[in-house]
């Protein structure tokens, strides 16, 4: 659960990265752009409990936890892999209890302020806020490349944190930032 | 001294005989350094480069098609093989190469019968004999033309040039193509890599660097962000998107992380002199790999590896992200690459040594020997070590080069370039 946390940061640092890089001199950076949208996918993966999510990330030996992520381990989180060690072995089964339907991941982004379904966890009150609008936007991406920046055309017209910025069929089919990286 | 992002250096490139060196910048300038000759009369100016010329290769432009702004910054030079009196060489930005010739002019023409010194026609009835012009010696002109502008062969950013060894074609990489061109034609090149996938959804992997062997002039390699290496045979098909032979190491397991893939691209892939070996470098190691042997590197050496439990703030800062170069001195027994804090790593092939050093301006005072550095990670820390958290991430080198005969380095600090020669041990070993 806790690594969801370092997850959930790792998703907002790279969506912020995607952000910034539409308005860099020079032009889209195709491979940086790949490698933030292959962590991105990672992040959200695990983030959303989805399988193989935290199966791509065996469980570590039980070290000393590395100094990342300072401000998860002064909140008394524990870091990534700790709690599925404690598990003894991670189970990968071919449907994961946590995973959403499409259904119940449109509902969660329709309601503006409502926190995503997680088991409770304190959290300040500034990040309700950036975890409600990140939850948002992960369930408006595709798996893909392109659904991936697809978002990103879809958020910038939507502004204000947790509205609704498009149901995931319709931004799939519109692609915008696909055309745009093939024409570039 | 106010530093100008401009200035920042791109690139660094001795030519062959190491007698000149190049510099780009971001702001599209090269520089050209030369060696002075030892001489007996100045024995402390012996073997200094000295700045030989300056001129602006790239300027900033605009592709009103696509409403992007094409960055000047020179990504890389590469230096022809001197086949006469001139000395030429091949820079590019993300978009277009260019062939520049650099000439000297340290003579000229003097006493014409019918034009006087400043070129103006004499008076004729002035003319009472005829003189045979002589040249004279004038004060050195460095003068560099472009002779061949290589446009419109990418679509997306350039990352390197390679200069065959038949000096007639080179190739130039971007993230999903490579071309093959004839160094003599601008308007056409041969694409002979293209990993652009049908969707681009699809993508997974982009070109990161590329090279030609230094002997055959049908192989060449490339590199890619998952960390594979490619060599192909140009004699094998027409379009080498079928490698010759694939060189990747399996991850390991226990250091898997949202950041394993990051860590793994190859930044710079560079072949040994002698052609049998090729060094990669990826975020925190620097690898050889045996031509022979496709499953995994010969060697490896960490560079930092007290980095990798810092991966998550240096993917936050963008430094997870910094291209760094790779090396190789002249008899491929030492192997050199940079790291931040201005400190750059030297890996002694033979006797398993390494050195880290720095180049700042307090220890590169002319003629002062340049103190070994420590990253002390814990444990007993001596005096002058540098803890990791005091580490600057903004210093970085990027950028080195090693003279191709001699132990001399070049090192490119953002926009300082520091030149370091070891005079005890000029010779290789």
Request: hydrophobic residues 30%.
């Amino acid at each position: 659960m806790e690594f969801r946390l370092e997850a959930h940061r790792i998703v907002s640092i790279s969506l912020g990265k995607i952000y910034s890089a539409r308005g860099q001199r020079g032009g889209l950076k195709l491979h940086k752009n790949l490698l933030v949208s292959l962590v991105l996918r990672s992040a959200r993966r695990v983030y959303l409990g989805e399988p193989g999510g935290e199966c791509g990330l065996p469980p570590r030996p039980r070290d000393p936890p590395p100094p990342d992520c300072e401000r998860l381990r002064r909140g008394g989180y524990r870091p990534l892999g700790s709690e599925a060690a404690a598990r003894g072995r991670v189970e990968c089964p071919a449907e994961s209890p946590r995973k959403r339907s499409a259904v119940e991941r449109g509902q969660a982004a329709g309601s503006p302020g409502k926190k995503p379904r997680r088991e409770a966890e304190p959290s300040p009150p500034q990040e309700d806020m950036e975890t409600g609008n990140v939850a948002s936007l992960i369930s408006i991406f595709g798996s893909s490349f392109s659904g991936l920046l697809g978002k990103e055309r879809g958020a910038a017209e939507a502004s204000e944190p947790g509205q609704v910025c498009c149901e995931q069929p319709v931004l799939r089919s519109l692609n915008p930032w696909s055309t745009a990286i093939v024409a570039f | 001294r106010l530093s100008i992002s401009s200035d920042i250096i791109s690139t660094v490139e001795f030519n062959h005989t190491g007698e000149l060196l190049a510099t780009g910048d971001k702001g599209g300038r090269v520089v050209i350094f030369q060696r002075e000759p030892e001489s007996k009369n100045e024995p402390y100016n012996q073997g200094e480069y000295n700045v030989y010329s300056t001129f602006q290769s790239h300027e900033p432009e605009f592709d009103y098609l696509k409403s992007l702004e094409i960055e000047e910054k020179i990504n890389k030079i590469k230096w022809l093989p001197q086949q006469n009196a001139a000395h030429s060489l091949l820079s590019t930005n993300d978009k277009t190469i260019k062939l520049w010739k650099v000439t000297e002019r340290d003579k000229r023409p003097e006493g014409y019968n019918l034009k006087d010194e400043e070129g103006k026609l004499k008076d004729l009835s002035t003319v009472t004999s005829l003189q045979v012009p002589v040249l004279k010696p004038m004060d050195l002109m460095v003068e560099v033309t472009p002779r061949r502008i290589f446009a419109n062969g990418h679509t997306y950013h350039v990352n390197s040039i390679s200069v065959n060894s038949d000096c007639e074609t080179y190739m130039s990489a971007d993230d999903l193509r490579i071309n093959l061109w004839h160094l003599a034609i601008t308007d056409r090149s041969f694409n002979i890599v293209d990993i652009k996938p049908a969707n681009m959804e699809d993508l997974t992997e982009v070109i990161t660097a590329s090279e030609f062997h230094p002997h055959h002039c049908n192989l060449f390699v490339y590199s890619s962000s998952k960390g594979s290496l490619r060599l192909c045979d140009m004699r094998a098909s027409a379009l080498c998107d079928k490698h010759s032979k694939l060189f990747e190491e399996p991850e390991d397991p226990s250091n898997r992380s949202f950041f394993s893939e990051i860590i793994s691209s190859v930044s710079d892939v560079k072949f040994s002199h002698s052609g049998r070996y090729m060094l990669t470098r990826d975020y925190l190691t620097v690898k050889v790999w045996d031509l022979n042997m496709e499953t995994k590197p010969i060697e490896t050496y960490q560079v930092h590896d007290y980095l990798r439990s810092k991966l998550c703030s240096l993917y936050e800062n963008d430094c997870i992200f910094d291209k760094f170069e790779c090396a190789w001195n002249g008899s491929d027994s030492v192997i050199m690459t940079g790291a931040y804090n201005n400190f750059f790593r030297m890996f002694d092939r033979n006797t398993k040594r390494d050195v880290t050093l720095e180049a700042s301006r307090e220890s590169s005072k002319p003629r002062a020997i340049l103190k070994p550095r420590r990253v002390c990670v814990g444990g007993k820390r001596r005096k002058d070590d540098i803890s990791v958290d005091s580490l600057d991430f903004t210093k970085k080198i990027l950028h080195t080069a090693w003279h191709p005969t001699e132990n001399i380095i070049a090192i490119a600090a953002t926009n300082n370039l520091y030149i370091f020669q070891d005079k005890v041990n000029s010779e290789m070993h």
